[in-house]
């Protein structure tokens, strides 16, 4: 078993589409190991986004992901990392595959309905900036 961490985004949760999103997710074979939902603030959504600090998009996405309550969860299934990405579809949904998330949910690039860790460290370190350490050991 793998472990990866999504989020799904301000746009999907506005939307209400948070349940449809779950319920995809679940259908696929992800077991749901925490959730949370919360409104990040620039400080939260700009650490979590760092890597991207020096691209051109880095505020707008800072401001799309502070402007209203996401909800990551940590999933569980075999080869998670790479399953959610094919479920997740490209990042931008005009190329994204049809009957993936992001071509079912996403409006554009920027607000592409759903976040996927892209490699199982970047998972480790994604699932322990939104969950406590306790929440793993369960
Ligand atoms: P994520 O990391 O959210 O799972 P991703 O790995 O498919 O998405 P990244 O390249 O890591 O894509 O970009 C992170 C996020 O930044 C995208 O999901 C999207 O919300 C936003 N983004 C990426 N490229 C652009 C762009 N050219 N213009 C606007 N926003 C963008
Ligand atoms: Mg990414």
Redesign the pocket.
Known sequence: METTLT?I?PDSVAAGNAGKIIAHLEAEGFRVLALRRLHMNEAQAGTF?E??KA?P?YG??VS?MTSGPCIPIALERDNAVKHLRDV?G??NPEDAADGTIRKLYATN????A?????SQENAAIETAFFFARVDQLG
């Open positions: 989020i985004k986004y890597v991207h691209r998009f707008e996405l799309f997740m490209a990042t690039i920027e607000r592409n759903i976040h996927g860790s892209d």
